[in-house]
């Protein structure tokens, strides 16, 4: 039967529930059942239930749930309490009478997965063994056969070459006091103001030694004034070349050019620091590298040529060398970086052969002004026409570079943001990025070859022949297939190095894709 409502207590109207005695079956004893409030007490006793209730409610995870210190009092029956909603909950949980339900733990982030990659700078990430295996394959018998060539061609044993025809001993000198008159020999002096109007006049210099044989003693020295010669004044540093002559006798000594040594250090060492500042370890071992290279061009590729071998066999084992002491030194021994070393060596080839080729179907000789100083000084005969080809190699070295790696790199990235591309479809994405890359690496070797021999097209636009002769000469004609076969290489190169990249890259793992060591800051 009906009880009268009980009074409130601390735990708010929901005590006023009343329960009464359902029957039970035979012999059970009887149960307390609770019967449900109305709506009206519902929605006043529980604010989070807002809708008219079929059943037990989910609540969400807010923190543990609270239940009234009343509950911990005898209670009539079991109570029912709502757990935070759970994936595949099927209908409300029941805890024991008097505790306190488990509260939902709070969502945190992620867990890092073996697939992931912090945003950090960190190092490059190791290659797989069997992506190691397949570019010591590739790449061993290159590096092989460049330390092979290069011992092969080095002059081993072999005198220095010197010049047959004596360019004299470099004596630096400072000048003190210029005049400008008639060419007058040593000794001779000039009577009276008549001089010939068609006379060129001679610049005299007062010069003190500053080295040499005569190092702190003056001297007098007499200079024509030709368009085509400097224009000395006092306090200029200048370089005299002595022939070995009687020291005290002017004749000794030639005035020849300036002395730019300190304008070049200070250059040299602003470069050097703005590398610095900007590439910090990598900057620093990019000037390594580069020292590197200067010192294989010095040691091998010029005594090598100079010794008669032939020059662009010469030029292609140097410039291997250099490849691989430049790219590995500066962007470290990984995957990518043997990618872009394959890259450069297949553009490389290309370069040599169609510089060949095409060098011979337009016979080419080589024999410019300078190849003819050249051969003029070294008492004997050269291949004119491989120094010509290996300028073309070693001229195109430096933007294959750029070029090659600018495409592994972005292969990586690609196959790094997206593990589930086919060799296929990095390829495809790289090449549209090259293509961006082509244009501007081409107008950068085309531009540096017009600059070198702007004063040779200068020339040529005001000997007053025809464009076609113009472009048919041997100083226009070497620099365009010089220009064009570098060009075609560079072109080469992206499609070459970005399907090697594309190929190597889609047999790394995905677990190897991203750097296995903690990530760094760029910035200390």
Known sequence: MDRPDLDDDETGPIRRITDEVSPSAAGSPRKPVRRTPPDSARRAADPVRRRADTGPQRVPATGAQRVPDGDKRTDTGPQRVQRAARRGDTGPQRVPAGTTPRTAKKPGPPAETGHGHGHGHGPAAPASKRVRLLLIWLLAPLAL?????????????????????PQGTPVAANITATTTGPCLAQGQVQVGDQTDPDAKPCLTTDLTMTDGPASGKQLKLTVPIEPS?????????????????NAADPASFQLVDFQRGTPLLLLAALFAVAVLVL???????????????????ALFILPAILAGENPLVVAIA????????????THGLTARTSAAVLGTLA????????????????????????????????????????????????????VLDDVTVTQTSAVWELRRANPDLTWQELYRSGLRIGRDHVGSAVNTLVMAYAGAALPVLLYSSISG?????????????????????????????VPVTTILAALIASREPAGYLSSTKKAVPSHP
């Open 145 to 165: 056969a460049t330390v092979v060539g290069m011992i092969v061609l080095y002059p081993w044993g072999k005198p220095d070459p010197t010049s047959v025809v």
């Open 229 to 245: 010669t400097p224009r000395f004044a006092a306090g200029d540093a200048v370089v005299l070349a002595y022939n070995g002559g």
């Open 279 to 297: 590439g910090r370890w990598q900057g620093l071992a990019a000037l390594v590298a580069l020292g590197l290279s200067f010192l294989v061009i």
């Open 318 to 329: 140097g410039s291997g060398a250099i490849m691989f002491i430049a790219l590995y030194l």
């Open 347 to 398: 553009s490389l080839a290309l370069i040599g052969v169609l510089s060949a080729i095409f060098s011979a179907a337009a016979s080419l000789t080589g024999l410019d002004d300078s190849t003819s100083t050249l051969i003029g000084s070294l008492g004997h005969g050269i291949d004119a026409r491989g120094l010509l080809l290996a300028g073309v190699v070693i001229g195109a070295l430096g």
């Open 465 to 493: 022949v025809g464009l076609g002769a113009l472009l048919g000469s041997e100083e226009i004609a070497q620099e365009i297939i010089r220009t064009l076969a570098g060009s075609v290489g560079i072109v080469a190169a």
